[in-house]
């Protein structure tokens, strides 16, 4: 009975021994049949592999394309619809004004009549509205393109007493309505005799709080270093500011002169407010004008159109001159923000 236990413990060591052996074997010395099934599964299954991929490959380049196509066609049906009210209001200045409230309404006119541009333009003095507010504008540009700067590089790189109030006090400004500060604002004009002049105009509107807190953001973007750098150099406040931070700074610069240009060309209300003289009324109030006088209370919506159109002409003009600056701006800002 012991030596029966003693063979079988022998044999059981003995098979243990041989699969750790067979498992230490190389797969090349195995032979085919002990390879047998799972050889063939183990190519097949790589043979699929490789023939899957160019399949995947294809599928993600349909993705993309289609993908980019509806970005585009969503894009150009955006642009379309921002674009089809200038259209209209061309297209609308070279017809008849039954046709213009026809049903269904025409995309293109019967008649191209280019005498209701020139009528408009002899109807009101479009010559000097355009140049009153073109003046206006780059006059307050330029004066808050100064004023903005220096106060932005005091709030962002100098450093004094109650900065951080006084940043505060001036973002509080922002809060403050435009038409809150009429009354004051027309009763200072008022004790400066400076009512109904071009002085008045300018003055009043030369300072932005807008225009310092975006001058402010774009100053904050640059590294303080830079001007610790320039200061150890010996340059002035004055220096650093205009030869270091604002060309760096110049497409916001870009921006911030668009927006006030824009927006101080179109101004109605505070201009109608402090002038009485003709010679002084900007585009909005000479359109109004027309509107009443020329356009006789809209009967004559053709020249209504027309002056409409060439009056926004010079703001289309700038923008085609600045859009590549604007872009820059908008790709430095996204920069930022993502670094």
């Not at 003693?6 to 750790?20: C, F, H, I, M, V």
């Not at 001058?215 to 973007?221: D, E, S, V």
Request: proline share 5%; glycine share 6%; net charge positive.
């Amino acid at each position: 009975m012991t030596t029966m236990k003693s063979d079988l413990s022998q044999k059981q060591n003995g098979l243990t021994e041989a699969r750790a052996m067979h498992s230490s074997v190389p797969e090349q010395h195995i032979p085919a049949r002990a390879r047998g099934e799972s050889g063939r599964n183990g190519m097949w299954s790589t043979r699929q592999q490789l023939d899957s991929r160019p399949h995947k490959r294809k599928q993600l380049g349909t993705v993309a394309i289609t993908s980019s196509v509806l970005r585009y066609a969503l894009l150009t049906v955006i642009a379309l619809t921002m674009a089809f009210p200038f259209y209209w209001m061309i297209m609308s200045g070279l017809k008849t004004n039954d046709e213009i409230f026809r049903m269904p309404p025409t995309l293109w006119p019967e008649h191209f009549l280019w005498n209701n541009y020139v009528d408009a333009w002899h109807a009101a003095p479009f010559a000097r509205y355009m140049l009153n507010s073109m003046f206006v504008g780059a006059a307050i540009a330029l004066l808050q393109v100064i004023n903005s700067s220096m106060m932005a590089y005091a709030l962002t790189h100098m450093q004094f007493r109650l900065k951080g109030m006084f940043t505060g006090v001036v973002l509080l400004g922002y809060m403050i309505p435009s038409t809150a500060v009429y009354l004051p604002s027309y009763l200072v004009l008022s004790k400066l005799h400076l009512l109904d002049s071009y002085a008045g105009l300018i003055l009043s509107n030369c300072v932005s709080v807008f225009s310092i807190f975006l001058i402010r953001q774009a100053f904050l973007q640059i590294s303080h270093e830079l001007v610790e750098a320039g200061q150890l150099d010996g340059a002035s406040h004055f220096r650093i500011l205009w030869t270091m931070l604002v060309p760096l700074a110049r497409p916001t610069f870009a921006v911030m002169i668009l927006i006030t240009f824009i927006e101080q060309y179109n101004n109605y209300f505070w201009p109608m407010l402090i002038t009485k003289s003709p010679e002084l009324q900007l585009v909005s109030a000479g359109l109004r004008s027309f509107f009443v006088e020329g356009g006789a209370y809209g009967l004559k919506w053709p020249q209504i159109m027309a002056a409409s159109a060439f009056t926004i002409a010079p703001l289309l003009v700038l923008f085609l001159f600045t859009q590549k600056t604007i872009m820059q701006s908008v790709n430095m800002s996204a920069g930022v923000n993502k670094n």
